[in-house]
């Protein structure tokens, strides 16, 4: 068991309600760690440089309290270290929870795993284009998803899956379908597409099983592309996209592979962890990184 915890908190998760619970959530966990180092992120891409100044100070351990761009963050700081991360989720989509646990988890869950666990190692995913390098721990997406990401906060009012599902239906108004060249092992798809991703985890997009088929820990990534529909075919499509029972659509194309290169024309926003990216022109390459993340999970 380790002894020395550190916790990452970005206070403005979950509509800032981190900032009113987090000294309340220290509390709680301090009754297991009483050496519990809370760092608080101030802006984005913060939790990279505070994950790793923890790393520094000392710690066995890494807890998260925030959203899928916290865990993004922290992840992309652990990997490799072989010290594992605890996820307490209270962000807008908690895709990472969905995919590793079938479904989000509560605080009083989230808590119980930092109490009592097992580690478990899983893949993150690797991008690398000209002067750029992130890590994603659940998926990267291309096109619609990635306008998605880039338009959520100008959303008020909802979270969750109706606030993807609010935004998915405006972003579609003036949406232009990037031209791309993939190349994913045997696959590869030039042309237009509405959207297209690599995956570590089942879940993306506050909801959507986009990638069904998707392990997190079989070293592979899965790649997908959906070539454009209309608005009408995509409202009709959702549920199928959401149960991850789209495969056998026509517009659809799916692979696993241990790396994905996007040929990218243009500048093209990028999603990972549902934190957009300017990338391009140039080559997005992605790699697989086998089990160079540990997470604390249930114990079985
Ligand atoms: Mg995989």
């Avoid at 865990?71 to 995919?99: H, Q, V, W, Y």
Wanted: hydrophobic share 45%.
């Amino acid at each position: 068991m380790p002894t020395r915890l550190g916790l990452i908190v970005n206070p403005v998760a979950g509509k800032s309600r981190v900032a009113k619970i987090y000294r309340e959530i220290a509390d709680l966990i301090r009754d297991v760690f009483p050496e519990l180092i809370v760092s608080l992120t101030e802006k984005r891409g913060d939790g990279v440089a505070k994950t790793r100044a923890l790393i520094d100070a000392g710690v066995d351990a890494v807890a998260c309290l925030g959203g899928d761009g916290t865990f993004r963050e922290a992840a992309e700081a652990l990997a490799g270290t072989g010290l594992p991360m605890a996820i307490l989720p209270c962000g807008r989509g908690n895709d990472l929870p969905k995919s590793l646990f079938g479904r989000s988890l509560n605080l009083p869950e989230a808590l119980e795993i930092i109490r009592s666990h097992s580690e478990k190692p899983v893949d993150i995913g690797l991008a690398r284009a000209k002067g750029f390098s992130a890590a994603f721990a659940n998926g990267l997406g291309v096109g619609f998803d990635a306008t998605v990401a880039h338009r959520i906060d100008s959303v008020k009012g909802l979270s969750g899956f109706p606030l993807y599902l609010v935004s998915t239906l405006t972003a579609f108004r003036g949406f232009r379908p990037p031209s791309v060249e993939v190349e994913a092992g045997a696959m590869t798809y030039r042309g237009p597409v509405l959207m297209s991703g690599a995956g570590i985890g089942r879940v993306m997009g506050g909801g959507y099983t986009l990638f069904p088929e998707a392990l997190m820990d079989d070293g592979l990534l899965d790649i997908y592309t959906i070539e454009p529909v209309s608005f009408f075919k995509l409202l009709r499509n959702i549920p199928k996209v959401v149960k991850g029972q789209h495969l056998d659509m026509p517009e659809v194309c799916y692979a696993k592979a241990r790396s994905v290169v996007y040929r990218l024309k243009e500048e093209t926003l990028v999603q990972m962890d549902g934190e957009v990216f300017r990338v391009g022109p140039g080559n997005l390459e992605i790699t697989c990184e086998r089990g160079a993340l540990r997470i604390w999970v249930p114990n079985a």
